[in-house]
């Protein structure tokens, strides 16, 4: 059975980091395209990040790139997000996805939320000022 997990939400002051983490079952991550979304209050779920390790790629939305690291690691079967210097505007649901019908992963057309057929549950970031 395919499984996402995500952790590492929190609240957090502005201009701190925080790790989220998915975990995944049922599938090997670093075969897929695996996304970071987030949905804030109101507002759609937006793709922000993806990785395809099979193709050493990644996707960083203008919103979040040079403030945010997209990894992978095979052996923990797990993906990671970094998100530093966060912002009050990155309060938001933050989930990790998988696209088990592709691989590649490397600008916003691969970041596409309904393309993903796979979800974590979620995990709430909230950054105050």
């Known amino acids: 059975e395919v499984q996402l997990q995500a952790s590492g939400g929190g609240l957090v002051q502005a201009g701190g980091s925080l790790r989220l983490s998915c975990a995944a079952s049922g599938f090997t991550v670093g075969d897929y395209a695996i996304g970071w979304f987030r949905q804030a209050p109101g507002k759609e779920r937006e793709g922000i990040s993806c990785?395809?390790?099979?193709?050493?790629?990644?996707y960083y939305a203008d919103s979040v790139k040079g403030r945010f690291t997209v990894s992978s690691d095979n052996a923990q079967n797990t993906v990671y997000l970094q998100m530093n210097s966060l912002k009050p505007e990155d309060t938001a649901v933050y989930y990790c996805?998988?696209?088990?019908?592709?691989?590649?992963?490397?600008?916003?057309?691969?970041?596409?939320?309904?393309?993903?057929?796979?979800w974590g549950q979620g995990t709430l970031v909230t950054v105050s000022s």
């Open positions: 996805a998988a696209n088990l019908m592709r691989v590649r992963c490397d600008s916003g057309s691969y970041i596409i939320p309904h393309e993903y057929n796979y």
């Open positions: 990785i395809s390790t099979r193709l050493g790629s990644t």
